[in-house]
């Protein structure tokens, strides 16, 4: 038999069909079992009757959520009043006449029928093959799938030629640090995952290509926000040859205008607005505003509009010049002089152009300098000594050489378009599988460590301490997303809570003690005041654990990467479960050796509470 899909039962009333899909619920009704059947169209409601049908009420019996299933079943219409106008397939029901099952579910870790913003990221993302069983990240990736197909419409219609670029590679400069990947071949050399397809779009430009685009994967390894996905996101990225920048901003705005109609999204106003940079400040004060209204926000309207006259260079700390936007940039045609003369560097502008949308940059690009000594002028003015220029960019100094077009380009971020069409905070709820804020990837435990032979064969040795480092950084990651102040204490080393409040200058009570123990064989963590003792009794009976223990030191080790007495209170960034004692409450500020013997983190405890969303209870005497 055919299989059908649930979305096209309502039109199969009186049929006999074929369904696959998961278990969303099982509720039995004395002699009825009541099985919500979902697929990836939708979810119906299918019935077995015990009198009618004994061996199929048997096997629905031994069902559980979320297990994968087919029925053969007929579809029949609901009796008047019983129809549930909540569901589009509530007009009928199926009447399950066989079934067998797949796989069997295990309980999942959480509920996937909810909205899923009340669980904590890290476990969604270790489970995200089920977190995206939840209706609403299926949507999202349905949504994202449609958006993009749109986008690779218009311009496969508007003469540009798609091409994929290198992801293995030599440095772009955007601004962020490279990704490295060692090369085996030649040892001691790295290739860099791109920031972006920068150089390679120009070079297909001087290939004579003229229009192109890519959805393209971008890799930066820079600060995790809300507002920008840590390693890796994607990019409309698009590069035209012989423009200005008013017709770069034309077409990607004619793009934006005419999907957006496609799926049905509304944009506030129509031509987008421009501003200067020196307007924007002025008038908002930001370069990143949202002109929407609160009405606008509650029905979802886009706002666009561009800013423009952005300096090309600020200073740096050290006093020297870097780039605003991006090194490959033209200035503004009456500022070629003063560039190539290196004189009024700060009043110089980009032809840089950015797109803001929702109080989000959600991209940015600029006319090229397509004369080899215009784009050395500005490697110069950044400090770059000639060999340094050669050996970096000397390839693209050489490649303007042989009859370059003048091009522009533009990359708005898929991602971020997504996030604000979507109305989700977070743009890891418009990916599959994102990183987590901590930079671990989703569902797989990268990165990880590798055997000794891989290292030898790479001739890579690793510098010991390296892992008490990356949980410090971790936890600052972590506390920099969630946008909280924190003070770093550097200190002499401290083994015990008591000289570790002396160095710090703070009251034992304050100190949040981090206790790696093995309950049931599994490894967990205790957070309690550093004046407080583990109550043996208390925490077996709250977790309902029978055996509990205190990890040695060499499993405090192997479980929290770093050595007793230096563990953090963040069991959430070890994949452990984290109970605190309700007593750390008493204190607003709370400090901690976060990873090191030589460095502690002081911060509220509210911020704590939110960061580590942990199990809070009485746990200590
Ligand atoms: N390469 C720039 C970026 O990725 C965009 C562009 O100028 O086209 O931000």
Request: net charge neutral.
């Amino acid at each position: 038999m055919e299989r059908t899909l649930i979305k096209d039962t309502i039109n199969k009333i009186g049929q006999t069909v074929l369904l696959q899909g998961w278990v969303k619920t099982v509720r039995t009704h004395g002699g009825l079992i009541f099985l919500d059947l979902r697929d990836s169209t939708g979810v119906v409601q299918s019935v077995v009757n015990k009198v009618k049908n004994e061996d199929v009420f048997k096997i629905a019996k031994t069902l559980t959520p979320e297990s994968s299933v087919e029925i053969i079943c007929e579809v029949n219409k609901r009796p008047e009043g019983l129809d549930n106008a909540k569901m589009t397939t509530g007009g009928v029901e199926a009447e399950i006449k066989e079934i067998k099952s797949f796989v069997l579910s295990k309980t999942p870790p959480f509920p996937v029928d909810t909205e899923g913003y009340e669980i904590n990221e890290e476990i969604r993302l270790k489970y995200r093959y089920l977190d995206i069983r939840r209706q609403r990240l299926s949507r999202n990736l349905h949504y994202r799938s449609q958006f993009i197909n749109l986008i690779r419409e218009y311009f496969l219609t508007h003469d540009f030629v798609e091409v994929e670029t290198p992801y293995l590679s030599s440095p772009t400069p955007e601004g962020a640090r490279d990704f490295l990947v060692p090369s085996r071949l030649q040892k001691g050399k790295f290739y860099a995952l791109p920031q972006s397809p920068q150089q390679y779009k120009q070079l297909l430009m001087v290939a004579g290509l003229e229009r192109y685009f890519q959805i393209a994967r971008c890799f930066r390894d820079e600060d995790p926000r809300a507002d920008r996905a840590y390693g890796e996101f994607t990019q409309l990225d698009l590069e035209m040859s012989f423009v200005q920048r008013e017709d770069v901003m034309a077409i990607v705005e004619d793009m934006l205008i005419k999907v957006y109609k496609k799926i049905g999204a509304k944009i506030k106003e129509i031509p987008f607005p421009i501003y200067t940079y020196q307007e924007a400040l002025k008038k908002f004060g930001s370069d990143k505003f949202d002109l929407r209204s609160e009405e606008d926000k509650k029905q979802n309207v886009q706002a666009f509009a561009w800013v423009m006259d952005f300096p090309f260079f600020e200073k740096t700390e050290e006093g020297g010049w870097t780039f605003t936007h991006n090194p490959f940039s033209a200035p503004l045609p009456e500022f070629k002089e003063q560039l190539l003369q290196k004189k009024n560097i700060a009043q110089i502008l980009t032809s840089q152009y950015d797109l803001v949308c929702n109080g989000l940059e959600v991209g940015g690009g600029s006319i090229r300098s397509h004369e080899a000594e215009v784009l050395k002028a500005v490697f110069e003015i950044m400090g770059y000594k000639d060999e340094e220029i050669k050996a970096e960019f000397g390839h693209m100094l050489e490649a303007f050489s042989y009859g370059t077009p003048p091009h522009g380009g533009i990359a708005p971020g898929i991602d971020r378009l997504l996030s604000c069409l979507l109305k989700e905070p977070n743009l890891r709820e418009v990916i599959a599988f994102p990183m987590s804020s901590g930079g671990k990837t989703a569902v797989m435990d990268a990165p990880a460590e590798v055997s000794q032979p891989q290292l030898n064969e790479l001739s890579i040795m690793i510098k010991t301490g390296q892992k008490d480092q990356s949980l410090f950084e971790s936890i600052k990651q972590l506390l920099n997303e969630n946008k909280m102040s924190y003070d770093v204490l550097e200190h002499e080393a401290v083994y015990t809570s008591q000289e570790a409040a002396k160095v710090r200058g703070t009251k034992i009570s304050q100190g949040a003690k981090a206790l790696i123990m093995v309950g049931d064989k599994k490894p967990l963590m205790v957070v309690l005041p550093a004046d407080r003792k583990v109550d043996f009794k208390k925490l077996k009976a709250s977790c309902q654990i029978k055996d509990l223990k205190m990890a040695s030191a060499e499993e405090v080790k192997k479980i929290a990467g770093v050595e007793i007495g230096a563990v953090p209170p963040f069991g959430n960034l070890m994949e452990t479960p984290l109970y605190l004692d309700k007593n750390l409450a008493k204190e607003n500020e709370i400090v901690f050796n976060a990873g090191m013997h030589t460095k502690s983190i002081l911060m509220k405890y509210s911020d704590y509470l939110k960061a580590a969303n942990p199990v809070l209870g009485d746990y200590t005497s």
